[in-house]
T-cell receptor, first 113, second 112 residues
Framework: AAGVIQSPRHLIKEKRETATLKCYPIPRHDTVYWYQQGPGQDPQFLISFYEKMQSDKGSIPDRFSAQQFSDYHSELNMSSLELGDSALYFC????????????FGPGTRLTVL | AQSVTQPDIHITVSEGASLELRCNYSYGATPYLFWYVQSPGQGLQLLLKYFSGDTLVQGIKGFEAEFKRSQSSFNLRKPSVHWSDAAEYFCAVGGTGNQFYFGTGTSLTVIP
């Protein structure tokens, strides 16, 4: 069965650079969620999109932005990277934007040097 | 506000022994509860979920969990642990809107 795809899987950036993470949800899933998991931490919700509109917002820094495109894939744009942004970034997808099971991707490990 | 507490940061069990991982939640209505497992450097895999109905939920890999509303708990159990079960376990609750709230995780070590 198709799963959530995230790219790249690993990314190394310098401070103050920008990064773009991509998420391709399971086919027919219309809702995408982004989470940030710092070392030894639990995943923290950043933002979600339902039918290409932002549906919920968590602890996403102002330096970050995200969007969901017409094909339902989503991109997380991160600017002015800081050392503290080093984390595992998960994307999850679900159907109908409600309290359905969220299927998680493998994550993108971002390292900021 | 919604929240999840996993009181045990780290648990060590012997292979073949039984396991119980604790999860307590705070939520204003009937919660949607989940247990996920994460191997090092890997994504989150759903073990089981509770939406409604039978309070004892069976999941994959021989895991089960019991929803106890009176105790606001959703503890994960397995009767006999295998070495491959060593991982990080996260309890999560579906909150208002679409986001999940995760507990801080319990790290499971299995000794031979």
């Amino acid at each position: 069965a198709a799963g959530v795809i995230q790219s790249p899987r690993h990314l190394i950036k310098e401070k103050r650079e920008t990064a773009t993470l991509k998420c391709y949800p399971i086919p027919r899933h219309d809702t995408v969620y982004w989470y940030q998991q710092g070392p030894g931490q639990d995943p923290q919700f950043l933002i979600s999109f339902y039918e290409k509109m932002q549906s919920d917002k968590g602890s996403i820094p102002d330096r970050f932005s995200a969007q969901q495109f017409s094909d339902y894939h989503s991109e997380l744009n991160m600017s002015s990277l800081e050392l503290g942004d080093s984390a595992l970034y998960f994307c999850a997808s679900s159907l109908d934007g409600g309290y359905n099971e969220q299927f998680f991707g493998p994550g993108t490990r971002l390292t900021v040097l | 506000a919604q929240s999840v507490t996993q009181p045990d940061i780290h648990i060590t069990v012997s292979e073949g022994a039984s396991l119980e991982l604790r999860c307590n939640y705070s939520y204003g209505a009937t919660p949607y509860l989940f247990w996920y497992v994460q191997s090092p450097g890997q994504g989150l895999q759903l073990l089981l979920k509770y939406f409604s109905g039978d309070t004892l939920v069976q999941g994959i890999k021989g895991f089960e969990a019991e929803f106890k509303r009176s105790q606001s708990s959703f503890n994960l159990r397995k009767p006999s642990v295998h070495w491959s079960d060593a991982a990080e376990y996260f309890c999560a609750v579906g909150g208002t809107g679409n986001q999940f709230y995760f507990g801080t995780g319990t790290s499971l070590t299995v000794i031979p």
